[in-house]
């Protein structure tokens, strides 16, 4: 059974940077072909893509938000780090972490960050 | 301004069928089958219904169905239930180097 499961904090300052944690089980990030990717949504509005990581540490980040993102992997905690720098209040969203072989097929519960000072 | 195009909103009574498309450009929905639907009920994360343009994950009803034609993509939701009722989003690879690109979403409303 795959499961994801986001962790950070709620609320962040503008300016500052933000780190968000994705834990998984149920699959290994060692396994060829598997990636885990970001995906987020502001209240109301559409769901953005924003980064991926595969199993052999390709990265692949939206090109709108690239110069501020950083996708990590550590396969033996079973875990993918997003950090993302200048945070704005427009970058208030719920962010999700999900499982991607082809698809994003498995997905957390998402996170809800608020920033605002 | 989402990458695709995606109608507000669509809506239809239980039993009826219902379709919304996904316009997208050559770069993405027409140069790629890798089209893929999610549904989304309010404060829950989204969920694979199509994935392949037309294929449907383990555990989905067969009333699901996606199709493309050029750089549109559709979803097909037939035999409309209450509990379809939802958001719906498309999602496209873009290439190397936009990757994935998804649509602004489409609320359905069951009548």
């Known amino acids: 059974q795959i499961t994801l499961k986001e962790s950070g904090p709620t609320l962040v300052k503008p300016t500052q940077t933000l780190t968000l944690t994705c834990t998984f089980s149920?699959?290994?990030?060692?396994?060829?072909?598997?990636?885990v990717g970001w995906i987020r949504q502001p209240p109301g509005k559409a769901l953005e893509w924003l980064a991926l990581?595969?199993?052999?540490?390709?990265?692949r980040y939206s090109p709108s938000l690239k110069s501020r993102l950083t996708i990590t992997k550590d396969t033996s905690k079973n875990q993918v780090v997003l950090t993302m720098t200048n945070m704005d209040p427009v970058d208030t969203a719920t962010y999700y972490c999900?499982?991607?072989?082809?698809?994003?097929?498995?997905w957390g519960q998402g996170t809800l960050v608020t920033v605002s000072s | 301004q989402s990458a695709l195009t995606q109608p507000r909103s669509v809506s239809g009574s239980p039993g009826q069928s219902v379709t919304i498309s996904c316009t997208g450009t050559?770069?993405?929905?027409?140069?790629?089958?890798?089209v893929s639907w999610y549904q989304q009920h309010p404060g829950k994360a989204p969920k694979l219904m199509i994935y392949?343009?037309?294929k449907r994950p383990s555990g989905v009803p067969d009333r699901f169905s996606g199709s493309k034609s050029g750089n549109t993509a559709s979803l097909t939701i037939s035999g409309l239930q209450a509990e379809d009722e939802a958001d719906y989003y498309c999602?496209?690879?873009?290439?190397?180097?936009?990757?994935?690109?998804f649509g602004g979403g489409t609320k359905l409303t069951v009548l």
């Open positions: 999602c496209s690879y873009a290439g190397s180097y936009t990757s994935w690109v």
């Open positions: 392949d343009v037309s």
């Open positions: 050559s770069s993405d929905v027409g140069g790629y089958n890798y």
């Open positions: 999900a499982h991607k072989v082809y698809y994003f097929d498995y």
């Open positions: 149920g699959f290994s990030l060692s396994t060829s072909g598997v990636g």
């Open positions: 990581i595969y199993w052999d540490d390709d990265k």
